[in-house]
């Protein structure tokens, strides 16, 4: 098996979505996983599939210096936001480190259960902090409670990366499986993982953790051909008020 390292591309939260769904859809090989690193044209955030959007939109814009991962809030209409096809809580990506994972149907890590593979990839997270000297770890597992519903870093979750210092949530993910495969959207919080971490190092290190737990080699690829109208439709659906609604 091969992992394809495909370019970082920059769009906003709509696109994103979309791009990462037609990563596990209409990739042309089922034999490649596929791996990337993207940024965020603007301040944004992101909500798990299940979530009430007149929730998620009141814990963003609520007060006080615990609404959002890095103190204080934004206003209203100042940030992108879109439903997410994966699972989750509310995703802050405003310094966040963001990547999708996709593993097609078969793999032995897509086979397990949703707890092993985000363990998995997880310790991947954080071997490559552990690297540069952060003292990152894996959360223990939990009890499982109900549906998030509060912004992701605030609390961490089973196998969630966490500073072994000072208990800070550095990573977490949400995943989706179909017939094609495994879709694992990821972030990482910058300020919890400390200052002095080399991002470029950093995901160069992951995605040579990821390979190996894969069996895969690690390879760098362009970017896919997807057909443009299909990319463009699938984002204005993302950024539809009926998906937005979960209608």
């Known amino acids: 098996m091969k992992l394809h390292l495909l370019p970082v591309r920059t769009a906003g939260a709509a696109e994103n979505m979309a791009c990462d769904f037609l990563l596990l859809q209409r990739y042309p090989d089922a034999d490649i996983a596929r791996f990337r690193h993207y940024e965020w044209r603007g301040p944004a955030f992101t909500f798990g599939y299940s ?3 007149d929730v998620v939109r009141a814990a963003i814009e609520g007060t006080g210096p615990n609404s959002i991962a890095g103190g204080g809030h934004p206003e209203a209409g100042t940030y992108d936001l879109c439903r997410r096809p994966t699972g989750g809580g509310i995703v802050d990506h405003r310094q966040d480190w963001t990547y999708a994972l996709v593993i097609p149907r078969g793999h032995a890590l897509e086979a397990e259960r949703a707890s092993a593979s985000y ?3 997880h310790a991947c997270i954080a071997e490559a902090l552990q690297i540069q000297g952060v003292e990152a770890k894996l959360q223990p ?3 499982a409670g109900g549906a998030p519903e509060g912004i ?5 979750e ?3 990366v966490v500073h072994a210092g000072t208990g800070e949530k550095i990573a977490g993910a949400a995943q989706k499986r179909n017939k094609r495969g495994m879709l694992f959207q990821g972030s990482l919080w910058r300020p919890a993982a400390g200052p002095g ?3 470029e190092r950093f995901g160069e290190d992951f995605s040579g953790a990821l390979a190996a ?3 895969a080699a690690a390879e760098r690829a362009p970017w896919p051909e997807f057909n443009e109208d299909e990319v463009s439709g699938l984002a204005e659906k993302y950024a539809s008020p009926e998906w937005m609604e979960n209608r």
């Open 152 to 156: 992701c870093f605030q609390r961490a």
């Open 51 to 53: 979530q009430k959007l």
């Open 213 to 215: 737990a894969l069996g």
């Open 119 to 121: 363990r998995a990839v």
């Open 197 to 199: 971490v080399d991002w």
């Open 141 to 143: 597992t939990v009890e």
């Open 158 to 160: 089973g196998h969630d």
